[in-house]
């Protein structure tokens, strides 16, 4: 049995049996039976009734916002529809044009011609801490490119998964088409190592990464992977201070910290750096630590006393070769458990694991620069990439500096943020692939080329 413990108070929030290896053969196997009829529907259509998916999910608003606070802790003023309803409109949006064939010739003599075709069954491990924005991110465009999908949730997010194929299956997609699977890592694996699907996206872990790896291997079968991060910030001397400590706080603490490219390191330039701390320290202190249901609460559990832990195990190994935490423990009460305050910490560098490991906590170490050069240095002493964000009046110096970071997404003066139009993707550990943007259409089709004479 599959247990989801609340963060909020410990308590079993839910449990489900995970499928047997026959029976979740048994699921992908109607999901290729069902692949051929569904592809060939118009693309019209399957566009309506996915965007009729997402309309009937909307209507659940009030019980998933209850549901994703049980189940992750999430305060219940936040959710996450905005952003679930623009990236599927905007997949939506652009379908027609980015699946349509690109026509090379057509004269007397020759057709010729690159169509996309879909890939056949999808299979998406989808990860708890957005648990609906990262699964659109996949599910949206391989249905509307003509794929079935097999959608399986993070444990601590079961009811997610739930939530969706009731909302696709209402909006008339067939079960067939759209399944959400319980199984464990043994099956899953069994299940990859079958060649059982035609593309896999995995968001999660490196480690987890690594074994669908593993699992994959010789079968051949196209994999994204979104894994770890540990995503910067640099202040440079010209920003505007106060946006820039607005915007990088709160992508450092938004979520309990728990975002993907969520701020976890800062780099700020010493004509900057005590106005910067000073200001983030009070933006932190504002913070109100409680039970997501509390209406004033604006920092909630994190989804597991485990990752709690590693927060602190963390912060304890920085503290041990001399950082100093900047928040009192006294100002937020409740920490303990699952609940983690919020910490600045100073004194930082880089022999730390809380400025070189993944921490998916509400912990930012703040170190000072003295020129763009050091900056960039240690932004790029990372095994991760996912995304940096650069502060400054200057776009020239802006791109120059991007141009040499690496990482999958530049932000300028902005951070923790998902464009639909830009494609979604990273480098190093952080993984391969991407999604999102017209990109996002070519991992869940392959192109066919027709080379058609006439006469």
């Known amino acids: 049995m599959i247990q989801l413990i609340s963060p909020v108070d410990g308590r079993v929030y839910a449990e489900r049996a995970p499928l047997t290896p026959e029976a979740a053969t048994a699921a992908v196997a109607r999901a290729r039976a069902a692949q051929k009829a569904w592809g060939a529907r118009p693309l019209a259509e399957r566009i309506a009734l996915v965007r009729a998916g997402i ?28 952003g679930v309803n623009a990236r599927t409109d905007y997949m939506a949006d652009i379908a027609a044009e980015t699946l349509s064939p ?27 801490n957005y648990a609906y924005l990262t699964a659109i991110n996949t599910i949206v465009p391989a249905l509307i490119a003509g794929n079935t999908v097999v959608l399986k949730h993070a444990s601590q997010t079961l009811l997610a998964g739930e939530r969706l194929a009731e909302a696709f299956h209402a909006a008339g997609i067939p079960e067939d088409v759209f399944q959400n699977v319980v199984l464990d890592h043994a099956t899953t694996e069994a299940l990859i190592k079958a060649r059982s699907f035609n593309f896999v996206n995995f968001t999660g872990s490196v480690a987890g990464g690594q074994a669908i790896e593993r699992a994959a291997a010789g079968t051949f079968t196209p994999l994204g992977l979104e894994l770890g991060g540990k995503d910067p910030g640099y202040v440079r001397a010209d920003a505007n201070l106060d946006a820039a400590v607005d915007t990088l706080m709160d992508g450092a603490m938004f979520n309990a910290g728990q975002c993907c490219c969520g701020i976890e390191r800062i780099y700020v330039h010493e004509s ?22 509390d209406e004033g609460t604006t920092l909630g559990p994190m989804a597991h006393v485990r990752f709690a832990t590693v927060v602190r195990d963390q912060l304890a190994d920085a503290l041990a070769k001399g950082a100093r935490a ?5 100002d937020f009460p409740l920490d303990g458990g699952a609940y983690v305050m919020p910490q600045v ?8 694991k809380i400025m070189t490991e993944e921490t998916f906590g509400p912990v930012v170490g703040i170190m000072k620069v003295a ?15 996912l995304t940096a964000s650069i502060w ?28 639909p139009a830009l494609c979604w993707t990273g480098c190093k550990d952080t993984g391969r692939g991407g999604s999102l943007s017209y990109l996002g259409y070519m991992s869940v089709t392959r192109p066919k080329s027709y080379h058609l004479k006439k006469v």
């Open 55 to 82: 309309a009937h999910l909307n209507e659940k608003k009030a019980q998933i916002v209850e549901e994703a606070a049980w189940q992750m802790g999430r305060p219940t003023r936040y959710n996450e529809f905005g």
């Open 102 to 128: 690109k026509v090379i010739e057509d004269s007397a003599t020759f057709r010729r011609y690159i169509a996309r075709e879909a890939l056949g069954v999808v299979f998406v491990i989808a990860p708890w």
């Open 371 to 385: 020129s763009d050069a050091e900056a960039l240095a240690l932004m790029n002493d990372s095994p991760y990439g």
């Open 326 to 330: 900047l928040i009192d423990a006294k």
């Open 345 to 352: 910490l100073v004194n930082v560098d880089h022999s730390m």
């Open 392 to 419: 400054t009046e200057d776009y020239d110096t802006a791109a120059a500096i991007g141009a040499q970071i690496e990482t999958g997404t530049v932000f300028m003066n902005r951070a923790d943020y998902l464009d």
């Open 272 to 293: 900057l750096y005590d106005a910067f701390v000073e200001k983030a320290v009070a933006w932190a202190r504002a913070l109100t630590l409680g039970n997501p249901f």
